[in-house]
């Protein structure tokens, strides 16, 4: 989904789910029914500005390629790069 630019609402109770998300800046999570309700009520109806800055997030993830992030993260850790 980050790829084509469409930010994250999913369920947070799932153990890796700060690996794969950044909350508030690609995506935003819930743990229950009301949550998700009152999630997309925010994001949908109301504070527009959110959803505009949860896009800007997804975007400049979207800019990120494993190639490069391999290079600058793990590269070094394995003297490789």
């Known amino acids: 989904m980050f790829g084509c630019g ?3 609402v999913g369920w947070s109770g ?3 789910w700060s690996e794969l998300v950044e909350e508030g800046v690609t995506g935003c999570g819930f743990l229950d029914a ?4 009152g999630l997309l ?3 949908l109806r109301g504070e527009r500005a959110g959803l505009a800055r949860l896009r800007g997030g997804v975007v400049r993830e ?3 390629r494993w190639d490069a ?3 600058r993260v793990v590269g ?5 790069c």
């Open 41 to 43: 009520r925010r994001l």
């Open 76 to 80: 070094p850790l394995l003297g490789v």
């Open 62 to 64: 979207a800019e990120r």
């Open 69 to 71: 992030e391999w290079e």
């Open 34 to 37: 009301d949550g998700l309700c």
């Open 14 to 16: 799932y153990e890796a």
């Open 6 to 8: 469409l930010p994250v």
